[in-house]
T-cell receptor, first 114, second 117 residues
Framework: SQQGEEDPQALSIQEGENATMNCSYK?????LQWYRQNSGRGLVHLILIRSNEREKHSGRLRVTLDTSKKSSSLLITASRAADTASYFC??????????????FGQGTILTVHP | ETGVTQTPRHLVMGMTNKKSLKCEQH?????MYWYKQSAKKPLELMFV???????ENNSVPSRFSPECPNSSHLFLHLHTLQPEDSALYLC????????????????FGSGTRLTVV
C-alpha cells in the first residue's frame, strides 16, 4: 500500500501538554503535509515540509521529516481544548505521477481535555 | 468558510434514487478533486479535474459520475448506490495540478455526509 500510516491512532492529553503524532510512508516523496479535521468537517491545511527540509515551524506547530526513515512527526506545543480534532499526514510521490496527487494516512484522533 | 462550498451538507438516499453532490469554489483554482472518507479508512481519491478535463479516475464504480462544467463547479452524480457507499464526500481544489507541491496544499470543502438506505 502507498498510503501513510499514523501513530498513535488516538491520543488523549491534558490542556497545556504537548502532543506528538507520527507518520510513516513507503515511497519517495516530494513533500509531506499535515491537515486537521474537526468532527465531520473538511480538512484544513496546516503545514507543508519539502523533502529537502528537516524541520519546520508554524506557531505552536513543529514538523520534522526524516527521509532516511521515511517518517515525519507533528508536535503541537501547549495544547488547547480547541486543538481537539483528527490530524492527517499526506504526501506527494517523487515520481511516477504526472501531477501532485496527495495520499493520506488514516489519521490520529487528538483529544485535549480542559 | 474555506472558499470551497459543498451542498447539500447531508443527504439520505435510497438505492434506486439519483442525486447529485455539488461543489463550488471561487478561489480561481484550476484543479478540483473528489475524495471519499469512510469510517476507519484513509481518504480515497476518486476523481481529479484540471481545467475542466478529467485527469484521474481512480477505479471508481460507474454509479459515481463526475461532471465539471467549468473551473468553478464540480458535480458528483449518484445513481443506484449501495449501502457501503455511505461516507463523507469531500471536494477539494488547488491552484493547479501542482497545488499539492505548494505551501498552501489543497483547500477542502466541509463535505457532504451521504447515507444510502
Amino acid at each position: 500500500s502507498q498510503q501513510g500510516e499514523e501513530d498513535p491512532q488516538a491520543l488523549s492529553i491534558q490542556e497545556g501538554e504537548n502532543a506528538t503524532m507520527n507518520c510513516s510512508y513507503k515511497t519517495s516523496i516530494n513533500n509531506l503535509q499535515w491537515y486537521r479535521q474537526n468532527s465531520g468537517r473538511g480538512l484544513v491545511h496546516l503545514i507543508l515540509i519539502r523533502s529537502n527540509e528537516r524541520e519546520k515551524h508554524s506557531g505552536r506547530l513543529r514538523v520534522t521529516l526524516d527521509t532516511s526513515k521515511k517518517s515525519s512527526s507533528l508536535l503541537i506545543t501547549a495544547s488547547r481544548a480547541a486543538d481537539t480534532a483528527s490530524y492527517f499526514c499526506a504526501f506527494t510521490g517523487a515520481g511516477g505521477t504526472s501531477y501532485g496527487k496527495l495520499t493520506f494516512g488514516q489519521g490520529t484522533i487528538l483529544t485535549v481535555h480542559p | 468558510e474555506t472558499g470551497v462550498t459543498q451542498t447539500p451538507r447531508h443527504l439520505v438516499m435510497g438505492m434506486t434514487n439519483k442525486k447529485s453532490l455539488k461543489c463550488e469554489q471561487h478561489l480561481g483554482h484550476n484543479a478540483m478533486y473528489w475524495y471519499k472518507q469512510s469510517a476507519k479508512k484513509p481518504l480515497e481519491l476518486m476523481f481529479v479535474y484540471s481545467l475542466e478535463e478529467r485527469v484521474e479516475n481512480n477505479s471508481v464504480p460507474s454509479r459515481f459520475s463526475p461532471e465539471c462544467p467549468n473551473s468553478s463547479h464540480l458535480f458528483l452524480h449518484l445513481h443506484t448506490l449501495q449501502p457501503e457507499d455511505s461516507a463523507l464526500y469531500l471536494c477539494a481544489s488547488s491552484q493547479d495540478l501542482q497545488g499539492a507541491q505548494a505551501s498552501y496544499g489543497y483547500t477542502f470543502g466541509s463535505g457532504t455526509r451521504l447515507t444510502v438506505v
